[in-house]
């Protein structure tokens, strides 16, 4: 899983007063809680800040919080729970972190990419994408960015379940395994009716 730093200061002024006064100063109000640790109400860097999740890009990480409170640091583990931001600018205007413990099992969704085409697609075969992300559970940092699986050797009426998915041996697949992530099959043919123009054609013929 990414791994990403921040830093942040204890804040000790509250209100919406408060945060706007924040926000004009280049700061985020945010607010720290979670396992083992007290509710924190915290500021940091707004363009640190919005660097930070540009890099992230929604995808799951674990980040290496830093928090001075009156000249004493502490680092805490966190994930984010929410990004507030202006309805009208985009701009981040408060955030929400959990703090988590590194060593428990938690569940996290991630992406299953499929790489390589499959044979079966060269074939005339249609390739159907069923699963594009599993549910996996693990310690955060052994859970992996995303999940990929190639899809050359797949033919025609053919298929992988997620019993099929490269999962870590430390990481325990919570998605049923028999679940279908992709398959290949030949298209339906369907009938295609007689014109009217060639069923009177066919009726004219028989005429003597």
Partial sequence: M?????TAQVRDQFGKGASHRLRRSGLTPAVLYGH??????????TKELTN???KVQRRNAVFN???NNQGQESTYHVMVREMQTSPTSE???HA????IALERPLSFTVPVVFTG???GVDLGGDLAVLVRSVVLKGRPLDVPEFIEKDISDL?????YTCADLNIPANVELVNDKETVCVSVSMPVKVAVAETTESAAAKKGGKKK
């Fill in 155 to 159: 033919g025609v009426d053919e298929k």
């Fill in 36 to 45: 083992k640790s007290e509710v924190l109400s915290l500021e940091l860097d």
């Fill in 52 to 54: 930070t999740m540009l």
């Fill in 91 to 93: 701009a981040l205007i």
């Fill in 96 to 99: 929400d972190f959990c703090a």
């Fill in 2 to 6: 990414l791994q990403f730093d921040l």
């Fill in 65 to 67: 919080l830093r928090v």
């Fill in 117 to 119: 085409k499959a044979k």
